[in-house]
């Protein structure tokens, strides 16, 4: 597949491609281009002789546009989903739903096209206030791999219906989702230049969508680690920027929770996607006097999950999407029983048999009597390892949740009013789920504290995030 520039499907500059590999078995996905700094600059060039056409629309044909986009990939969901489990991993259940999300969120944005409007002040000198909302302009978009469609869907919805142009790069192990999406846009009428499609690497092309004068905001979502790099390159020229980063959630269960509610949650919010997700339950602190039979009750759930190829239907969870990935989980769960900083009660290891030889698999994995400066506790685990903390009461498990360099979301489980009032203002974290872990819908503003994040994305508060105010100061 090739990449979009300027509304045409074009090789690299470099001339060179690379090959999209499916992480359950190894073999080829498609071939993408190896984009170059040049591809960057062509598509910038596009992006930026598009803008005043784009922003000159009105709201509402933009958000016509996205409705019909969001209709033209609930026709396609299948095809695409397909694809997503191919280069992904994921299983087709998940795939179809991250392709409904997506559809889902254009058409959220799209809803929005009649809230742009500017607001009016009479000021007491007499002048008359107006505060207009402008495109930024080029904005570029560097997605993870995790949730290639949905991110980008994030990222793309705002900044388009607001009227800036984009410069996108996709994750390289997961280019083709993204780029058919795009082709989805601009089968339904998206202008060219309005959205351009860069594939190749993070040093290489995502550096060059930080550091281009041409790019005036910079969206991202990926590790801590690239978002602190990319804040102090975004500083040269005062770039915006908005930073998703990584999480390690915590989920608390008191006394008083629905048992199998929770545990069904705490299943799903570490499992899903392999354990792939930056909101995932990463941490599971449950209070003494049920946590003996919420472990029960989550190994018996936990060895009833299929692995395997995320296309046989059966199966529920896929590989990890890269070997690196599945190799650093399983150094972090051979540290953990060398240093004896836990027990593993389930998993731990590789799956055996012949159909698991040349995927990335790694078993869903239960790790008890974690010690607190566990790496388990202290750092992002991005893969299917749950470490289980036994707490006195709900003081200590709010404590120890808060005490990671993260913040973006955390779950409370209780049937307890006061105890969730007391969660919730104890928690640091930029959402809080009572009695459900996971779910973000469009409507509601997502992105986290400390160290992870600046910014939101979604909600109202994208429209900010998308253009600047302008103010108009008036006396007649
Ligand atoms: P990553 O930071 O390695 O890569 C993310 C993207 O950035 C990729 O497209 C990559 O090619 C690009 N990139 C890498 N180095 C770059 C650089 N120097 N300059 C510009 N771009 C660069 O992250 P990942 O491993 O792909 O994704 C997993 C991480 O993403 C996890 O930490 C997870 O928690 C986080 N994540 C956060 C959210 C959120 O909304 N907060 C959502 C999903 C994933």
């Known amino acids: 597949m090739k990449m979009v520039i300027n509304g045409e499907w074009v090789g690299s500059l470099s001339d060179r491609t690379y090959t999209v590999k499916n992480p359950a078995n190894g073999e080829a996905v498609g071939p ?20 005043s056409r784009w922003g000159g629309t009105s709201s509402h044909h933009r958000g016509q546009i996205l409705t019909r986009a969001a209709a033209r990939i609930r026709e396609q969901a299948e095809e695409i989903a397909i694809i997503l489990t191919a280069e992904q991993g994921k299983p087709q259940r998940e795939a179809i739903d991250e392709i409904r999300g997506t559809a889902r969120v254009f058409e959220y944005y799209a809803g929005l096209s009649s809230n742009l409007t500017a607001t009016v002040q009479h000021l007491e000198d007499g002048s008359e206030a107006t505060v207009m909302r402008e495109p930024i302009g080029v904005c570029g978009a560097i997605i993870p791999w995790n949730m290639p469609a949905l991110l980008m869907a994030w990222k793309v919805g705002p900044a388009l219906l607001t009227g800036n142009t984009v410069v996108l790069k996709p994750a390289t192990a997961t280019p083709l989702t993204p780029l058919m999406l795009a082709a989805a846009l601009h089968d339904v009428g998206l202008p060219n230049g309005v959205l351009n499609v860069v594939t190749g690497s993070g040093d290489e092309v995502g550096e060059e969508i930080v550091r281009s004068k041409q790019i005036q905001k910079v969206s991202f979502t990926g590790s801590t680690q690239t978002g602190k790099r990319i804040m102090t390159l975004a500083a040269h020229d005062l770039k915006r920027l908005t930073l998703e980063l990584g999480g390690s959630d915590p989920m608390i269960v008191c006394g008083d929770a629905d048992i199998p509610k929770a545990v069904a949650g705490a299943v799903a919010g570490r499992f899903y996607n392999a354990g792939q997700i930056c909101t995932a339950v990463k941490r599971l602190y449950v209070v003494d006097s049920v946590a003996d039979q919420v472990i029960e009750q989550i190994t018996e759930k936990v060895g009833q999950i299929t692995i395997g190829d995320g296309m046989k239907p059966e199966v529920k969870m896929g590989p990890l999407s890269s070997l690196q990935g599945r190799e650093s989980i399983r150094s972090v769960v051979r540290q953990v029983v060398d240093r004896e900083e836990g027990r593993v009660i389930a998993g731990g290891e590789l799956p055996q048999g012949d159909e698991y030889i040349r995927g990335n698999f790694y078993t869903p994995t239960l790790v008890t009597d974690v010690v607190p400066d566990s790496i388990l506790l202290r750092e992002e685990i991005f893969g299917p390892v749950l470490p289980i903390v036994r707490v006195k009461d709900l003081n200590e498990a709010i404590t120890a949740a808060n005490s990671t360099r993260y913040g973006l979301g955390a779950s409370i489980w209780t049937s307890d009013l006061k105890t969730i009032r007391t969660a ?16 973000i819908p469009p409507e509601v503003p997502f992105g986290g504290v400390k160290e992870s994040g600046v910014g939101r994305e979604n909600g109202l508060q994208s429209l900010d995030a998308y253009t600047e105010a302008k103010t108009v100061l008036v006396r007649l």
């Open 424 to 439: 919730v203002s104890g928690l640091k974290a930029g959402i809080i789920w009572v009695n459900q872990h996971l779910k």
């Open 32 to 51: 993408a281009p190896l984009g170059v700094r040049d591809d960057v600059k062509r598509a910038a060039d596009a992006a930026e002789e598009a803008l």
